[in-house]
């Protein structure tokens, strides 16, 4: 596709489609997707667009996932530079909402078969009873783990936290590697554990802060405790390429992670035969069992140039023909209903893994201050499994935090 000539985005040479109703102009599409292993893939199917509309400039931009909120926010606000259409993390797309960042969407070309997408995806994209973005990717969490280390020593997939540390142990003495890696600088890691005693963060529905209740402060003490008995290692930075590396050369045998992990996952040596990848469901802890919701929409710029075809690009590449593309090649889970029985989805067995995973996930408060939660977490999960703060001063401290964050919340 050629891109735009000269280097703007939507607010110039923005054209919008033309009398006869055929689709023209720029469309420019920030695409946060992991670089290396998603991104080409996001971006052959978004320069395809233009085959179905010639007259329309796709402008490909990738923008890292850590950058990309604020700089959106930033643009927005300033009223120059912002994209047409931005890929928008589940918790974004209330805050942009609230923020009148973004076009509703209801009755324009960008909602096609609504009906077909998960209820739990779609949650995301409604605020104050209108639609302002389409989903595009669900996902949840699973244990990822090595079948030749569990082989050799001789164990099976932890189904709770005490045998997640027995065969941490019994792979270390037999095969001298690590269990677990746990990723340590990012709270989406720690969620699974709060679930599994029986936590939240916040009780959206009674507007409670439940981060620093007993089931708060025991998280704190679980994850501790598999760093401290050398069931697990973790880093305080740089844990994504960390728990990648560590994973994809056989230095330890398990790490939670999600299907975005999975095209990465697979470039690593130790999966270079696709059968030693094995998942299963995270750990249940002393109270129960579950894993995060999390994914991704596309949100139309309520101050496009080019609504039309910004309308018609959100379209297409949320449809079931490019789902089933991003699900094959990428082993992303779809968010329509009906792209999970096609046959080269039906048969993947990441997909066919993650589904009951994200159909029984814990949902999250779709609220503008919902991405706002996990800062305060970051900060005293890191401190916690460094040994910098107790379990309890940390969940206390996150508690404390919220009371800023959330006024009127008790
Ligand atoms: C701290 C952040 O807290 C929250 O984020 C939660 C998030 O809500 C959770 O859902 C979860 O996200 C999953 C995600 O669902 C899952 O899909 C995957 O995403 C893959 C992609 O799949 C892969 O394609 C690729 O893109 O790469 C993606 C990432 O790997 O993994 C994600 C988890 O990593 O966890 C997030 C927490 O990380 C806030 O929302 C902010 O993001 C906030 N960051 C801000 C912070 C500001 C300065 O303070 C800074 O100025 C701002 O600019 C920053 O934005």
Redo the contacts with the bound molecule.
Sequence with gaps: VTLAACGSDSDSNGGGSQGSGELSGTVTWW????VGS?DKVFKKIAEGFTKKHPKVTVKYVNV????????F?NAAQSGSGAPDVI?S????TP?FADLGYLAPLDGTAALKDKDDFLKQAAASTQYNGKTYAVPQ?I?SMGIFYNKKIFKDAGVQVPKNIDELKTVSATIKQKTGKTGLYL?GD????F?SFLYGEGGNLVDAEQKKITIGDESGVKAFKTVKDLVDSKAAITDATNG?DNMQAAFKDGKVAMMIN????VADTLTGKEFADKANLGIAPVPAGSAGQGA?????NLAVYAGSKNLDASYAFAEYMTSAETQRQVAKELS?LPTRQSVFIKPDVASNEMITFFKPVVDKAVE?PWIPE??????PV?VEYTKVLTGQTTPDAGAKAVADAYRKLLKDWK
């Design positions: 695409d946060t997707s992991t998603e890292p996932f850590g950058e990309a909120q604020n700089k926010k890929r993390e589940v918790a974004w805050e990717v996902d990723r990012d709270a989406y890691w969620l994504w999600g299907p975005w992990a995060p919701q999390g994914g991704h992303l999250r919902g991405g706002s939660l996990f800062e970051k």
